[in-house]
């Protein structure tokens, strides 16, 4: 929409993207010393995961229930209806769901694992394979327990940190089609389709593309479910980059999204703007009885799952809050601005920024470290050390080892995630993350890499300990 010149308000809220709040409450932070973060990160053996939140400064390790409520959220706390069943609070989250998704029937659940738990357990079965637009770490593991193989499905590009494409996270419908022949549809329980593809980079999804993938799938008798977790931001993207949905509300795209799908599941945590919840949502009236009959084994009663009154009211504010086009401008906008500033500097990042986070390409930021030294990690924690900013490894030290050879895997992307927490930080903030990545980047031949010291036998990345080789001149 195109505001009068003489708007000088209008016209600095479109060109300079302020935050579309203001702050009533605050949380003290500082940067501390660094001779304090040396301490700090030496005690927690180079893992920024083994830090604590007091020694940090930024804290940019998670977006996931890292969001800052609203004051309306705040006031929807206090009227929580606590009632063990037949909640109103459920009542009102149900509806909230039902409009802005078009699903008619919600099992809420704790946050999407829980959901993942549900759904996994009642569709799959040993023998089953359910292609995905790459694997998530959650999700993949409730298929496996479940006897099933991911098989992933999204194009090529999205493994290519330098491939421009506007929506990475699509999927292949060639991979998807020649994987119905190889093992038929009667094994394919259902597809996941992820909006938008968090392990990609917060890579979105296209509106032709899951309408395409719907098609593919009902021809086949395949439904289709969503993991909803970033939908509102794959919303933005569509509008942003797909022609023909310029002038329509976010709200409007989210629905047709959810149009070409048979139920979505969701953690809370991300785009409802809450600190904890999730749900599932579907169309289906047996999967839905199916679903209520389990949800009270893990979870909770049908209208609370692990929730209480209180969460359900904020989940449902929340989701009304983030699917306002000026709330999600304004989030995916400050991700965008922090790519820029990295970008202006020179410092190397992957291409397209996603919708939650700026990864920093840790192969040509320490071009002189081999992978066996952990190039990643020892950014991750050189960072932390000059300026206190906390991010996570995604490289070798996530990606574990092949458990018949022994070997580490190899990923091709070896990065820093800089993940942007909803609604907590400012433009400034930024601007200290971007001063502290260039500056960085100036010293980088400082930086000598790592040895593991410690290494637990899963999930490493959580709990693993490093040392330094050598000593480090930051
Ligand atoms: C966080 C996340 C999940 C799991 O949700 P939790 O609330 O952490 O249990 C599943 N899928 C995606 C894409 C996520 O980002």
Redesign the pocket.
């Known amino acids: 929409m195109q505001s009068k010149e003489s708007d000088i308000g209008a016209v600095a809220w479109r060109e300079l993207n302020p935050e579309p709040y203001k702050f009533k409450a605050v949380e003290p932070i500082s940067p501390g010393t660094e001779e304090h973060r040396r301490r700090a990160i030496e005690e927690a053996g180079y893992n920024t995961f083994l830090l604590r939140s007091e020694d940090v400064f930024i804290d940019l390790l998670t977006d ?2 890292t969001t800052a409520m609203s004051d309306r959220q705040w006031a929807h706390m206090m009227r929580g209806d606590e009632a063990y069943a037949g909640s109103r609070s459920f009542s009102f989250m149900e509806r909230v769901i039902q409009e802005l998704f078009g699903f008619r029937h919600v099992i809420p659940t ?7 738990n549900l759904l996994s357990t009642i569709l799959i079965r040993p023998g089953h394979y359910i292609p995905g637009n790459m694997y ?4 993949r593991v409730h298929q496996e327990r479940n006897g099933g193989t991911f098989v992933d499905v999204i194009i090529d590009e999205a493994h290519d940190p330098a491939a421009a494409h506007p929506f990475k996270g699509n999927v292949d419908l060639d991979k998807l089609e020649s994987l119905v022949r190889r093992v038929g549809a009667e094994n394919i329980p259902y597809m996941s389709l ?1 909006v ?4 990609a980079g917060g890579q979105p999804v296209s509106m032709q593309n899951m309408r395409a993938v719907h098609e593919l799938c009902r021809s086949h008798g395949i439904p289709v479910f969503v ?1 909803a ?2 939908c509102v931001e794959n919303a933005y993207f569509i509008q942003q980059r797909e022609p023909g949905y310029q002038d329509r509300p976010v709200r409007d795209i989210l629905r047709e999204m959810m149009s070409y799908a048979d139920g979505c ?1 969701m ?4 785009d409802a703007l809450v600190n ?3 749900f599932v949502a579907v169309n289906d009236d047996h999967l839905a009885q199916k679903l209520r009959e389990l949800v009270v084994v893990f979870e909770g009663m049908p209208t609370y799952g692990g929730m209480a009154g209180r969460d359900m009211e904020a989940l449902a504010r929340g989701l009304l809050e983030s699917t306002e086009d000026s709330y999600v401008r304004h989030r995916v906008g400050q991700v965008e601005y922090l790519g820029e500033l990295l970008r202006r500097r020179g410092v190397p990042i992957v291409e397209p920024v996603g919708g939650h986070a700026v990864y920093l390409d840790a192969k040509r930021f320490l071009p002189h470290l081999p992978q066996d030294v952990f190039p990643a990690q020892a950014l991750a924690a050189a960072l932390y050390i000059v300026s206190g900013v906390r991010s996570m490894e995604r490289g070798i030290v996530s990606a574990g080892r092949n458990p018949e050879t022994g070997e580490h895997h190899r990923p091709n992307l070896e990065l820093v995630r800089l993940t942007i927490p909803r609604r907590v930080y400012t433009s400034r903030h930024m601007q200290v993350v971007a001063e502290a990545a260039a500056r960085l980047y100036e010293a980088r031949d400082g930086i000598t890499g790592l040895e593991m010291v410690y290494e637990p036998p899963t999930l490493r990345f959580f709990t693993a300990r490093f040392r330094p080789l050598g000593r480090w001149r930051l």
């Open positions: 996931s229930g704790h946050q999407g694992r829980g959901a993942e998530f770490t959650t999700t992820a938008t593809v968090n392990m993991d977790a970033r599941w953690s809370a945590k991300k904890i919840g999730g």
